[in-house]
Protein backbone atom coordinates (compact mmCIF):
# COMPACT_ATOMS: atom_id res chain seq x y z
CA UNK A 1 0.00 0.00 0.00
CA UNK A 2 1.30 3.11 -1.00
CA UNK A 3 1.87 6.30 1.67
CA UNK A 4 0.96 9.99 1.18
CA UNK A 5 3.94 11.82 -0.21
CA UNK A 6 6.30 13.59 2.38
CA UNK A 7 6.19 16.79 0.09
CA UNK A 8 3.68 18.59 -2.14
CA UNK A 9 0.19 20.58 -1.86
CA UNK A 10 -1.35 17.41 -0.37
CA UNK A 11 1.33 15.79 1.58
CA UNK A 12 1.25 14.94 5.44
CA UNK A 13 2.83 17.56 6.73
CA UNK A 14 1.00 20.02 5.13
CA UNK A 15 -2.26 18.38 5.89
CA UNK A 16 -1.30 18.75 9.50
CA UNK A 17 -0.17 22.27 9.26
CA UNK A 18 -3.55 22.61 7.46
CA UNK A 19 -5.18 20.85 10.73
CA UNK A 20 -3.53 22.70 13.13
CA UNK A 21 -4.35 26.21 11.30
CA UNK A 22 -8.11 25.61 11.09
CA UNK A 23 -7.87 24.38 14.52
CA UNK A 24 -5.90 27.25 15.87
CA UNK A 25 -8.77 29.31 14.02
CA UNK A 26 -11.80 28.08 15.97
CA UNK A 27 -10.00 27.87 19.20
CA UNK A 28 -9.73 31.49 18.91
CA UNK A 29 -13.16 31.76 18.12
CA UNK A 30 -14.15 29.88 20.91
CA UNK A 31 -11.90 31.70 23.51
CA UNK A 32 -13.19 35.30 22.12
CA UNK A 33 -16.66 34.09 22.45
CA UNK A 34 -16.26 32.16 25.85
CA UNK A 35 -14.70 35.55 27.18
CA UNK A 36 -17.41 37.36 26.09
CA UNK A 37 -20.14 35.01 28.00
CA UNK A 38 -17.94 36.00 31.21
CA UNK A 39 -18.56 39.91 30.72
CA UNK A 40 -22.39 38.78 32.34
CA UNK A 41 -20.57 39.13 35.55
CA UNK A 42 -20.34 42.76 35.22
CA UNK A 43 -23.66 43.00 33.57
CA UNK A 44 -26.12 42.03 30.34
CA UNK A 45 -25.46 45.12 28.67
CA UNK A 46 -21.81 45.19 28.96
CA UNK A 47 -21.83 41.38 27.43
CA UNK A 48 -24.40 43.07 24.71
CA UNK A 49 -21.69 45.80 23.49
CA UNK A 50 -19.29 43.28 23.73
CA UNK A 51 -20.59 40.98 21.31
CA UNK A 52 -21.07 43.79 19.20
CA UNK A 53 -17.33 43.67 18.30
CA UNK A 54 -17.24 39.80 18.72
CA UNK A 55 -20.42 39.78 15.65
CA UNK A 56 -18.38 42.27 13.78
CA UNK A 57 -15.35 40.01 13.59
CA UNK A 58 -17.04 37.23 12.27
CA UNK A 59 -19.69 38.29 10.86
CA UNK A 60 -18.42 39.66 8.20
CA UNK A 61 -17.48 38.17 4.82
CA UNK A 62 -14.06 38.00 5.13
CA UNK A 63 -14.53 36.36 9.11
CA UNK A 64 -17.59 34.10 8.13
CA UNK A 65 -15.27 32.55 4.67
CA UNK A 66 -12.55 31.75 7.41
CA UNK A 67 -14.30 30.41 10.31
CA UNK A 68 -16.52 27.76 8.28
CA UNK A 69 -13.93 27.19 5.88
CA UNK A 70 -11.78 26.11 8.86
CA UNK A 71 -14.60 24.15 10.54
CA UNK A 72 -15.41 21.99 7.20
CA UNK A 73 -11.15 21.59 6.80
CA UNK A 74 -10.83 20.20 10.52
CA UNK A 75 -13.35 18.35 10.76
CA UNK A 76 -12.87 16.97 7.13
CA UNK A 77 -9.14 16.16 8.48
CA UNK A 78 -10.10 14.44 11.50
CA UNK A 79 -12.59 12.17 9.58
CA UNK A 80 -9.96 11.67 7.44
CA UNK A 81 -7.08 11.18 10.47
CA UNK A 82 -9.46 7.94 12.20
CA UNK A 83 -9.94 6.43 8.73
CA UNK A 84 -5.98 6.83 8.10
CA UNK A 85 -4.88 5.41 11.44
CA UNK A 86 -4.84 1.83 10.85
CA UNK A 87 -5.35 1.11 15.00
CA UNK A 88 -7.65 2.48 17.62
CA UNK A 89 -5.34 1.49 20.10
CA UNK A 90 -3.74 5.24 21.04
CA UNK A 91 -2.67 7.06 23.82
CA UNK A 92 -5.02 8.41 26.36
CA UNK A 93 -4.81 11.88 25.46
CA UNK A 94 -5.40 11.26 21.64
CA UNK A 95 -8.36 8.82 22.71
CA UNK A 96 -9.64 11.61 24.77
CA UNK A 97 -8.91 14.33 22.32
CA UNK A 98 -10.37 12.17 19.67
CA UNK A 99 -13.69 11.59 21.36
CA UNK A 100 -14.24 14.81 22.62
CA UNK A 101 -14.07 16.12 19.07
CA UNK A 102 -16.50 13.72 17.69
CA UNK A 103 -19.05 14.99 20.50
CA UNK A 104 -18.72 18.61 19.49
CA UNK A 105 -21.04 18.80 16.31
CA UNK A 106 -23.92 16.93 18.59
CA UNK A 107 -23.53 19.36 21.20
CA UNK A 108 -23.56 22.46 19.02
CA UNK A 109 -25.80 21.56 15.74
CA UNK A 110 -29.26 23.01 17.99
CA UNK A 111 -27.28 26.17 18.87
CA UNK A 112 -25.44 26.90 15.73
CA UNK A 113 -29.10 26.58 14.05
CA UNK A 114 -30.79 28.61 16.63
CA UNK A 115 -28.00 31.74 16.47
CA UNK A 116 -26.61 31.97 13.22
CA UNK A 117 -28.40 30.07 11.03
CA UNK A 118 -31.82 31.46 12.43
CA UNK A 119 -30.20 35.08 12.35
CA UNK A 120 -29.05 34.43 8.89
CA UNK A 121 -32.06 33.05 7.17
CA UNK A 122 -35.13 34.74 8.95
CA UNK A 123 -34.08 37.72 10.96
CA UNK A 124 -34.11 36.04 14.38
CA UNK A 125 -32.52 38.31 16.97
CA UNK A 126 -29.82 36.29 18.73
CA UNK A 127 -28.57 38.63 21.27
CA UNK A 128 -27.61 37.66 25.10
CA UNK A 129 -31.00 38.40 26.49
CA UNK A 130 -32.64 36.35 23.84
CA UNK A 131 -30.02 33.88 24.24
CA UNK A 132 -29.69 33.06 28.11
CA UNK A 133 -33.60 33.58 28.56
CA UNK A 134 -34.32 31.06 26.13
CA UNK A 135 -31.91 28.69 27.59
CA UNK A 136 -32.02 29.64 31.05
CA UNK A 137 -36.06 30.35 32.01
CA UNK A 138 -37.78 28.53 28.89
CA UNK A 139 -35.77 25.41 28.26
CA UNK A 140 -32.72 24.98 31.42
CA UNK A 141 -32.39 21.51 29.83
CA UNK A 142 -30.84 23.15 26.87
CA UNK A 143 -28.98 25.44 28.95
CA UNK A 144 -27.37 22.73 30.82
CA UNK A 145 -26.17 21.12 27.41
CA UNK A 146 -24.43 24.31 26.25
CA UNK A 147 -22.57 24.05 29.84
CA UNK A 148 -21.82 20.96 28.63
CA UNK A 149 -20.75 21.98 25.15
CA UNK A 150 -18.23 24.84 26.50
CA UNK A 151 -16.78 22.42 28.97
CA UNK A 152 -16.25 19.75 25.93
CA UNK A 153 -15.20 22.22 23.39
CA UNK A 154 -12.81 23.48 25.63
CA UNK A 155 -10.71 21.13 26.96
CA UNK A 156 -10.94 19.36 23.35
CA UNK A 157 -9.06 22.77 22.15
CA UNK A 158 -6.92 22.60 24.81
CA UNK A 159 -5.55 19.08 24.52
CA UNK A 160 -4.64 20.08 20.51
CA UNK A 161 -3.11 23.52 22.12
CA UNK A 162 -1.14 21.13 25.08
CA UNK A 163 -0.07 18.55 21.82
CA UNK A 164 0.88 21.04 19.49
CA UNK A 165 3.30 22.73 22.55
CA UNK A 166 4.58 20.37 24.42
CA UNK A 167 7.69 20.16 23.18
CA UNK A 168 9.00 24.08 22.95
CA UNK A 169 11.84 24.60 25.19
CA UNK A 170 9.69 27.75 25.95
CA UNK A 171 6.22 26.12 26.99
CA UNK A 172 7.77 24.67 30.93
CA UNK A 173 8.21 28.37 31.78
CA UNK A 174 4.81 29.22 30.89
CA UNK A 175 2.55 25.71 31.58
CA UNK A 176 1.48 26.95 34.84
CA UNK A 177 0.22 30.24 33.85
CA UNK A 178 -1.88 28.97 30.79
CA UNK A 179 -3.37 26.00 32.82
CA UNK A 180 -4.38 29.16 35.24
CA UNK A 181 -6.16 30.58 32.26
CA UNK A 182 -7.29 27.32 30.66
CA UNK A 183 -9.16 27.10 33.98
CA UNK A 184 -10.62 30.57 34.28
CA UNK A 185 -12.03 30.92 31.07
CA UNK A 186 -14.66 28.27 31.19
CA UNK A 187 -15.37 28.83 35.05
CA UNK A 188 -15.59 32.45 34.63
CA UNK A 189 -17.40 31.94 31.03
CA UNK A 190 -20.51 29.86 32.90
CA UNK A 191 -20.27 32.03 35.65
CA UNK A 192 -21.31 34.65 33.59
CA UNK A 193 -23.93 33.01 31.72
CA UNK A 194 -25.51 32.10 35.26
CA UNK A 195 -25.57 35.92 36.17
CA UNK A 196 -27.52 36.64 33.36
CA UNK A 197 -30.17 33.98 33.78
CA UNK A 198 -30.40 34.87 37.11
CA UNK A 199 -30.69 38.79 36.09
CA UNK A 200 -33.49 37.86 33.66
CA UNK A 201 -35.41 35.48 36.29
CA UNK A 202 -35.56 38.74 38.90
CA UNK A 203 -38.68 40.16 38.57
CA UNK A 204 -37.83 43.58 38.88
CA UNK A 205 -35.91 43.26 35.79
CA UNK A 206 -37.30 45.18 32.99
CA UNK A 207 -36.20 43.56 29.40
CA UNK A 208 -34.36 46.20 27.95
CA UNK A 209 -35.07 44.66 24.10
CA UNK A 210 -37.87 46.70 22.18
CA UNK A 211 -41.52 45.31 21.93
CA UNK A 212 -40.53 45.37 17.91
CA UNK A 213 -37.55 43.10 18.26
CA UNK A 214 -39.78 40.45 20.71
CA UNK A 215 -42.53 40.66 18.78
CA UNK A 216 -40.89 39.67 15.80
CA UNK A 217 -38.58 37.03 17.69
CA UNK A 218 -41.86 35.69 18.67
CA UNK A 219 -43.33 35.34 15.05
CA UNK A 220 -40.73 33.59 13.82
CA UNK A 221 -40.82 31.12 16.34
CA UNK A 222 -44.23 30.25 15.94
CA UNK A 223 -44.66 30.11 12.35
CA UNK A 224 -45.00 26.18 11.07
CA UNK A 225 -43.07 26.87 8.07
CA UNK A 226 -40.12 28.53 9.64
CA UNK A 227 -40.50 25.95 12.12
CA UNK A 228 -40.83 23.09 9.26
CA UNK A 229 -37.47 24.71 7.80
CA UNK A 230 -35.64 24.28 10.91
CA UNK A 231 -36.41 21.16 11.25
CA UNK A 232 -34.96 20.45 7.80
CA UNK A 233 -31.81 22.20 8.29
CA UNK A 234 -31.65 20.47 12.06
CA UNK A 235 -32.02 16.80 10.22
CA UNK A 236 -29.80 17.84 7.08
CA UNK A 237 -27.04 18.54 9.55
CA UNK A 238 -27.24 15.84 11.76
CA UNK A 239 -27.78 13.51 8.65
CA UNK A 240 -24.12 14.72 7.10
CA UNK A 241 -22.18 14.26 10.04
CA UNK A 242 -23.92 10.83 10.97
CA UNK A 243 -23.39 10.27 7.46
CA UNK A 244 -19.62 11.78 7.65
CA UNK A 245 -19.33 9.22 10.14
CA UNK A 246 -20.92 6.20 9.05
CA UNK A 247 -18.65 6.27 5.54
CA UNK A 248 -15.65 6.60 7.67
CA UNK A 249 -16.42 3.32 9.47
CA UNK A 250 -17.56 1.84 6.69
CA UNK A 251 -14.42 2.52 4.61
CA UNK A 252 -12.71 0.92 7.56
CA UNK A 253 -14.29 -2.00 7.89
CA UNK A 254 -13.83 -3.00 4.08
CA UNK A 255 -10.74 -2.04 4.26
CA UNK A 256 -10.17 -4.64 7.17
CA UNK A 257 -11.92 -7.30 5.31
CA UNK A 258 -9.99 -6.89 2.53
CA UNK A 259 -6.63 -6.28 4.30
CA UNK A 260 -6.93 -9.93 6.04
CA UNK A 261 -6.18 -11.72 3.53
CA UNK A 262 -2.91 -9.85 3.43
CA UNK A 263 -1.33 -9.02 6.35
CA UNK A 264 2.69 -9.20 7.05
CA UNK A 265 4.40 -10.87 9.93
CA UNK A 266 6.60 -8.41 12.47
CA UNK A 267 8.87 -10.25 14.56
CA UNK A 268 10.39 -9.09 17.51
CA UNK A 269 14.02 -10.20 19.71
CA UNK A 270 11.59 -11.29 22.43
CA UNK A 271 9.76 -14.01 20.19
CA UNK A 272 6.66 -12.36 19.71
CA UNK A 273 5.22 -12.18 16.05
CA UNK A 274 2.15 -9.82 15.33
CA UNK A 275 0.66 -10.06 12.25
CA UNK A 276 -0.59 -7.50 10.64
CA UNK A 277 -2.67 -5.75 7.59
CA UNK A 278 -0.13 -4.50 4.88
CA UNK A 279 0.00 -1.12 5.35
CA UNK A 280 0.27 -1.12 9.16
CA UNK A 281 3.72 0.80 9.78
CA UNK A 282 5.83 -1.36 12.86
CA UNK A 283 4.74 1.17 15.28
CA UNK A 284 1.12 0.65 14.90
CA UNK A 285 2.04 -3.17 15.07
CA UNK A 286 3.52 -3.02 18.38
CA UNK A 287 0.69 -1.08 19.63
CA UNK A 288 -1.56 -3.29 18.19
CA UNK A 289 0.43 -6.15 19.83
CA UNK A 290 0.35 -4.17 23.19
CA UNK A 291 4.01 -4.37 23.05
CA UNK A 292 5.79 -0.98 24.42
CA UNK A 293 7.29 1.20 21.78
CA UNK A 294 8.55 4.70 22.19
CA UNK A 295 7.26 7.47 20.19
CA UNK A 296 7.72 10.89 22.03
CA UNK A 297 6.08 12.75 19.16
CA UNK A 298 3.48 10.66 18.43
CA UNK A 299 4.14 8.76 15.66
CA UNK A 300 4.68 12.06 12.65
CA UNK A 301 8.36 11.62 12.10
CA UNK A 302 9.45 14.02 13.47
CA UNK A 303 11.65 12.57 16.77
CA UNK A 304 13.68 9.35 16.47
CA UNK A 305 12.77 7.59 19.77
CA UNK A 306 10.92 5.01 17.75
CA UNK A 307 13.52 3.67 15.61
CA UNK A 308 14.16 -0.16 14.92
CA UNK A 309 16.61 -2.01 13.18
CA UNK A 310 16.07 -4.34 10.54
CA UNK A 311 17.49 -7.72 10.79
CA UNK A 312 18.27 -8.90 7.81
CA UNK A 313 17.11 -7.10 4.34
CA UNK A 314 16.33 -3.92 4.86
CA UNK A 315 17.00 -3.42 1.28
CA UNK A 316 13.89 -4.38 -0.35
CA UNK A 317 11.87 -2.23 1.98
CA UNK A 318 9.92 0.68 0.86
CA UNK A 319 12.39 3.20 0.69
CA UNK A 320 11.78 6.33 3.92
CA UNK A 321 10.31 9.29 2.38
CA UNK A 322 11.85 13.00 2.64
CA UNK A 323 10.44 13.35 6.44
CA UNK A 324 11.84 10.05 7.62
CA UNK A 325 15.08 10.44 5.36
CA UNK A 326 15.91 14.09 7.66
CA UNK A 327 15.16 12.84 10.66
CA UNK A 328 17.32 9.69 10.02
CA UNK A 329 20.54 12.04 8.32
CA UNK A 330 20.06 14.03 11.92
CA UNK A 331 21.22 10.94 14.19
CA UNK A 332 23.44 9.84 11.63
CA UNK A 333 21.41 6.38 11.56
CA UNK A 334 22.64 3.33 9.68
CA UNK A 335 21.10 1.97 6.43
CA UNK A 336 19.22 -0.70 8.44
CA UNK A 337 17.45 1.77 10.44
CA UNK A 338 13.75 2.98 10.27
CA UNK A 339 11.79 5.35 12.07
CA UNK A 340 8.78 2.45 13.27
CA UNK A 341 6.06 5.15 12.39
CA UNK A 342 6.87 5.53 9.12
CA UNK A 343 7.80 1.83 8.00
CA UNK A 344 5.10 0.19 6.52
CA UNK A 345 6.40 -3.09 5.34
CA UNK A 346 5.16 -4.96 2.58
CA UNK A 347 6.53 -8.06 3.26
CA UNK A 348 7.52 -10.53 6.90
CA UNK A 349 10.15 -8.55 8.73
CA UNK A 350 11.85 -9.29 11.71
CA UNK A 351 12.90 -5.93 13.56
CA UNK A 352 14.41 -4.94 17.09
CA UNK A 353 13.45 -1.54 19.05
CA UNK A 354 16.78 0.73 19.73
CA UNK A 355 14.92 2.59 22.59
CA UNK A 356 13.25 0.16 24.92
CA UNK A 357 10.61 1.62 27.50
CA UNK A 358 11.53 0.96 31.14
CA UNK A 359 8.86 -1.27 32.77
CA UNK A 360 7.46 1.16 34.84
CA UNK A 361 3.77 1.28 36.70
CA UNK A 362 4.40 4.87 37.60
CA UNK A 363 5.86 7.66 35.56
CA UNK A 364 5.76 11.55 37.32
CA UNK A 365 5.01 14.16 35.06
CA UNK A 366 8.14 15.25 34.24
CA UNK A 367 8.98 12.40 32.92
CA UNK A 368 10.63 11.53 29.36
CA UNK A 369 7.18 10.95 28.08
CA UNK A 370 6.69 14.91 28.33
CA UNK A 371 9.96 15.85 28.36
CA UNK A 372 12.09 14.23 25.56
CA UNK A 373 15.46 15.25 24.49
CA UNK A 374 15.72 18.31 22.03
CA UNK A 375 18.90 19.46 20.76
CA UNK A 376 19.62 23.23 22.23
CA UNK A 377 22.66 25.81 21.51
CA UNK A 378 23.25 25.89 25.44
CA UNK A 379 26.25 26.82 27.54
CA UNK A 380 27.64 24.46 29.93
CA UNK A 381 29.94 25.63 33.26
CA UNK A 382 31.63 22.74 34.93
CA UNK A 383 33.35 23.64 38.28
CA UNK A 384 35.62 21.55 40.88
CA UNK A 385 37.48 21.90 43.93
CA UNK A 386 41.26 21.67 43.34
CA UNK A 387 43.25 19.04 45.53
CA UNK A 388 39.87 18.16 47.46
CA UNK A 389 41.03 14.32 48.42
CA UNK A 390 44.46 16.55 50.53
CA UNK A 391 42.52 18.58 51.87
CA UNK A 392 40.11 16.54 53.40
CA UNK A 393 42.17 13.47 53.72
CA UNK A 394 42.59 14.42 57.59
CA UNK A 395 39.40 15.69 58.49
CA UNK A 396 36.63 14.48 59.84
CA UNK A 397 33.55 13.27 57.86
CA UNK A 398 31.37 16.22 59.47
CA UNK A 399 33.92 18.78 58.45
CA UNK A 400 33.55 17.27 55.02
CA UNK A 401 30.19 17.56 54.96
CA UNK A 402 29.92 21.12 56.53
CA UNK A 403 32.56 22.41 53.95
CA UNK A 404 30.71 21.05 50.65
CA UNK A 405 27.47 22.59 51.60
CA UNK A 406 29.62 26.05 52.13
CA UNK A 407 30.74 25.41 48.57
CA UNK A 408 28.20 24.21 47.03
CA UNK A 409 25.62 26.79 48.35
CA UNK A 410 28.10 29.39 46.84
CA UNK A 411 27.65 27.31 43.09
CA UNK A 412 24.29 27.49 43.77
CA UNK A 413 23.43 31.11 44.76
CA UNK A 414 25.74 31.91 42.19
CA UNK A 415 24.52 30.62 39.04
CA UNK A 416 20.93 30.97 39.48
CA UNK A 417 21.39 35.05 40.72
CA UNK A 418 22.98 34.65 37.05
CA UNK A 419 20.52 33.27 35.53
CA UNK A 420 21.55 29.82 34.83
CA UNK A 421 20.17 26.16 36.06
CA UNK A 422 22.29 24.03 38.09
CA UNK A 423 22.25 20.86 36.43
CA UNK A 424 23.74 18.16 39.42
CA UNK A 425 26.55 17.65 41.86
CA UNK A 426 29.44 14.85 40.95
CA UNK A 427 31.32 14.28 44.17
CA UNK A 428 33.00 17.64 45.11
CA UNK A 429 32.29 18.98 41.16
CA UNK A 430 29.33 20.60 39.58
CA UNK A 431 27.40 21.26 36.56
CA UNK A 432 25.41 24.11 35.58
CA UNK A 433 23.56 25.26 32.27
CA UNK A 434 23.35 28.60 31.06
CA UNK A 435 20.57 29.29 27.98
CA UNK A 436 17.77 27.12 28.52
CA UNK A 437 15.28 30.09 28.20
CA UNK A 438 18.15 32.88 26.54
CA UNK A 439 19.73 33.54 24.14
CA UNK A 440 23.35 31.95 23.58
CA UNK A 441 24.58 35.22 23.67
CA UNK A 442 23.15 35.84 26.88
CA UNK A 443 23.77 32.60 28.25
CA UNK A 444 27.85 33.39 27.60
CA UNK A 445 27.21 36.70 29.40
CA UNK A 446 25.46 35.12 32.22
CA UNK A 447 27.79 32.27 32.75
CA UNK A 448 31.03 34.30 32.97
CA UNK A 449 29.47 36.49 35.16
CA UNK A 450 28.58 33.40 37.40
CA UNK A 451 32.33 31.85 37.45
CA UNK A 452 33.45 35.25 38.67
CA UNK A 453 30.80 35.38 41.44
CA UNK A 454 32.23 31.76 42.48
CA UNK A 455 35.57 32.69 42.05
CA UNK A 456 34.97 35.44 44.19
CA UNK A 457 32.76 33.92 47.07
CA UNK A 458 35.17 30.90 47.68
CA UNK A 459 38.40 33.68 47.90
CA UNK A 460 36.07 34.72 50.98
CA UNK A 461 35.66 30.94 51.92
CA UNK A 462 39.16 30.40 51.39
CA UNK A 463 40.37 33.15 53.98
CA UNK A 464 37.53 32.09 56.36
CA UNK A 465 38.77 28.78 56.56
CA UNK A 466 42.61 29.20 56.06
CA UNK A 467 43.46 28.42 59.35
CA UNK A 468 41.53 24.97 59.01
CA UNK A 469 43.10 23.92 55.73
CA UNK A 470 46.16 21.98 55.38
CA UNK A 471 46.35 23.55 51.51
CA UNK A 472 44.90 26.73 49.89
CA UNK A 473 41.08 26.43 49.01
CA UNK A 474 40.76 27.07 45.45
CA UNK A 475 38.84 25.92 42.34
CA UNK A 476 38.39 25.31 38.72
CA UNK A 477 36.16 26.22 36.02
CA UNK A 478 36.00 25.19 32.57
CA UNK A 479 32.73 27.06 30.10
CA UNK A 480 32.01 25.98 26.81
CA UNK A 481 29.32 26.55 24.70
CA UNK A 482 27.55 24.48 21.62
CA UNK A 483 24.77 22.33 20.71
CA UNK A 484 23.77 19.39 23.03
CA UNK A 485 20.66 17.22 24.13
CA UNK A 486 18.45 19.06 26.67
CA UNK A 487 15.69 16.41 28.28
CA UNK A 488 14.40 14.28 30.89
CA UNK A 489 16.78 11.49 31.94
CA UNK A 490 17.08 9.02 35.15
CA UNK A 491 15.04 5.84 36.14
CA UNK A 492 11.89 6.00 38.33
CA UNK A 493 11.79 8.59 40.70
CA UNK A 494 15.44 9.55 39.82
CA UNK A 495 14.59 11.81 36.73
CA UNK A 496 16.04 15.00 36.13
CA UNK A 497 16.46 17.71 33.11
CA UNK A 498 19.90 17.24 32.22
CA UNK A 499 22.06 18.02 28.93
CA UNK A 500 24.29 15.79 27.03
CA UNK A 501 26.23 15.45 24.46
CA UNK A 502 29.95 16.73 22.87
CA UNK A 503 29.48 20.31 24.27
CA UNK A 504 29.41 18.90 28.06
CA UNK A 505 32.31 16.74 27.24
CA UNK A 506 34.18 20.04 25.94
CA UNK A 507 33.00 22.03 28.92
CA UNK A 508 34.60 19.17 31.29
CA UNK A 509 37.52 18.77 29.43
CA UNK A 510 38.28 22.16 29.87
CA UNK A 511 37.85 22.38 33.84
CA UNK A 512 40.47 19.39 33.80
CA UNK A 513 42.89 21.89 31.71
CA UNK A 514 42.25 24.54 34.33
CA UNK A 515 43.29 22.27 36.85
CA UNK A 516 46.39 21.69 34.43
CA UNK A 517 47.11 25.19 34.11
CA UNK A 518 46.93 25.80 37.39
CA UNK A 519 44.40 28.58 36.30
CA UNK A 520 40.69 29.58 37.78
CA UNK A 521 38.70 30.08 35.14
CA UNK A 522 39.18 28.31 31.13
CA UNK A 523 37.08 29.47 28.78
CA UNK A 524 36.31 28.41 24.87
CA UNK A 525 36.82 30.63 21.96
CA UNK A 526 32.84 30.78 20.79
CA UNK A 527 32.36 31.77 24.61
CA UNK A 528 34.27 34.42 23.95
CA UNK A 529 33.50 35.44 21.17
CA UNK A 530 29.60 35.22 21.80
CA UNK A 531 29.84 36.88 25.40
CA UNK A 532 32.13 40.03 23.14
CA UNK A 533 34.32 39.56 26.30
CA UNK A 534 36.92 42.01 26.87
CA UNK A 535 40.54 39.34 26.92
CA UNK A 536 42.99 41.99 26.80
CA UNK A 537 45.78 40.40 28.87
CA UNK A 538 44.23 36.90 28.89
CA UNK A 539 46.37 33.94 27.72
CA UNK A 540 45.47 32.06 24.81
CA UNK A 541 45.98 28.59 24.00
CA UNK A 542 45.35 25.75 21.88
CA UNK A 543 44.34 22.44 23.47
CA UNK A 544 43.02 19.01 22.03
CA UNK A 545 40.41 17.38 22.99
CA UNK A 546 39.48 14.02 22.51
CA UNK A 547 36.51 13.22 19.92
CA UNK A 548 37.84 16.15 18.25
CA UNK A 549 40.44 16.40 15.20
CA UNK A 550 41.51 20.03 15.07
CA UNK A 551 42.43 21.96 18.30
CA UNK A 552 40.66 24.39 20.23
CA UNK A 553 41.62 27.83 21.32
CA UNK A 554 40.73 28.57 24.64
CA UNK A 555 41.55 31.38 27.13
CA UNK A 556 43.15 30.71 30.72
CA UNK A 557 42.02 33.41 33.25
CA UNK A 558 44.61 33.05 36.22
CA UNK A 559 43.09 33.40 39.92
CA UNK A 560 43.80 37.26 39.77
CA UNK A 561 41.64 38.24 37.14
CA UNK A 562 39.10 35.62 37.60
CA UNK A 563 36.72 37.12 40.00
CA UNK A 564 36.32 40.44 38.09
CA UNK A 565 33.71 40.11 35.45
CA UNK A 566 35.05 40.19 31.62
CA UNK A 567 33.12 43.16 30.09
CA UNK A 568 31.97 43.80 27.24
CA UNK A 569 34.55 45.64 24.20
CA UNK A 570 33.82 49.14 23.39
Known amino acids: MTTV ?50 IGIWRNPVGTAVFYSSVLIHMALVLRAIYMRRSLVMPKGETAQTLLGLLIPLLLIDHVIGTRIGHELYGYIDD ?48 APLLALAILVPVLSLLGFVQMGRTLADPSYQLSTNPYEVNLNARFLSDPQVRADVATVRAGLYGAFSASLLIVVAARARRRLKERLDQVAVHYPGGEVIRVPRGFTVLEASRLGGLPHYSVCGGKGQCSTCRVQILGDYESLPPADKMEQTTLRRINAGPDVRLACQLRPDRDLAVAPLLVPAVETALPANSQETSPGREREIVVLFVDIRHFTTLTETRLPFDVVFLLNRYFAIIGKAVEQAGGRLDKFIGDGAMALFGLNTAPEEACR ?7 AIVAEIEKLAAELADELTLPLRIAIGIHTGPAVVGTMGYGRVRSMTAIGDTVNVASRLESAAKEFEAAIVISEPVAKLADANLSGIESREISVRGRALPLKVYVIPREKAAEPLEGKD
Open 446 to 452: QALNAAA
Open 5 to 54: SATGIFSERTIRRARLGSGLVIFTFVLLHLSNHALGLISLSAADKARHLF
Open 128 to 175: YQTIVEQQWIKSPATGMRQAVAVIVVWIHGCIGIHFWLRYRAWYANVS
